[in-house]
T-cell receptor, first 114, second 115 residues
Framework: DADVTQTPRNRITKTGKRIMLECSQTKGHDRMYWYRQDPGLGLRLIYYSFDVKDINKGEISDGYSVSRQAQAKFSLSLESAIPNQTALYFC?????????????FGPGTRLTVL | DQQVKQNSPSLSVQEGRISILNCDYTNSMFDYFLWYKKYPAEGPTFLIS?????DKNEDGRFTVFLNKSAKHLSLHIVPSQPGDSAVYFCAASASSGGSNYKLTFGKGTLLTVNP
């Protein structure tokens, strides 16, 4: 079974719609992250959370919000989707301390906003 | 300002030969470097890492070299195999001061290994 799962794997939506991407992990890690990948731009950090009560903005948080429902669950929401949010979205987790540098990624969600 | 640069968008090599993927960084606070491999329709997977206290780390066919004075690292794959064909991301972290959570990624290099 996968350690980090994401649902849905693919989603097509229309401009202005609200959409939620979900992430679950069984690794027991406290830290969770949301990234987006665009062609030729690598991975960019949207939000990260060190525990259930700790949420932090990353480098490109505008237009997004997150919810950490439990240690194992971290959701990303687009309140009003726009076409330039079309991208691959990845959830990741990491451990604490020095071991926390290595991050473990989910399989990704391909989001298309028409 | 791109702090981690992978200047080659793509690289093509023959099976059995060496693949060398390069990465440059500008932030002198980076002290831990990682390489991730990504296949289509999958998330990135950790491949190999190196701390700034070392200049080389080897794991089977994969070796990472770090040149701190030049702010340059490279990933060597010997011998290259068709299954190595993937996008390779270089990532860096300033692991001291409690900020080891944050990885800064390069744009990636698409490696194609031809049979």
């Amino acid at each position: 079974d996968a350690d980090v799962t994401q649902t849905p794997r693919n989603r097509i939506t229309k401009t202005g719609k609200r959409i939620m991407l979900e992430c679950s992990q069984t690794k027991g890690h406290d830290r969770m992250y949301w990234y987006r990948q665009d062609p030729g731009l690598g991975l960019r950090l949207i939000y990260y959370s060190f525990d259930v009560k700790d949420i932090n903005k990353g480098e490109i948080s505008d237009g997004y919000s997150v919810s950490r429902q439990a240690q194992a669950k971290f959701s990303l929401s687009l309140e009003s989707a726009i076409p330039n949010q079309t991208a691959l979205y990845f959830c990741a987790t990491s451990d604490l301390g020095l071991a926390g540098v290595e991050q473990f990624f989910g399989p990704g969600t391909r989001l298309t906003v028409l | 300002d791109q702090q981690v640069k992978q200047n080659s968008p793509s690289l093509s090599v023959q099976e059995g030969r060496i693949s060398i993927l390069n990465c440059d960084y500008t932030n002198s606070m980076f002290d831990y470097f990682l390489w991730y491999k990504k296949y289509p329709a999958e998330g990135p997977t950790f491949l190999i890492s190196i701390s700034s206290i070392k200049d080389k780390n080897e794991d089977g066919r994969f070796t990472v070299f770090l040149n701190k004075s030049a702010k340059h690292l490279s990933l060597h794959i010997v011998p290259s195999q068709p299954g190595d064909s993937a996008v390779y991301f270089c990532a860096a972290s300033a692991s001291s001061g409690g900020s080891n959570y944050k990885l800064t990624f390069g744009k990636g290099t698409l490696l194609t290994v031809n049979p």
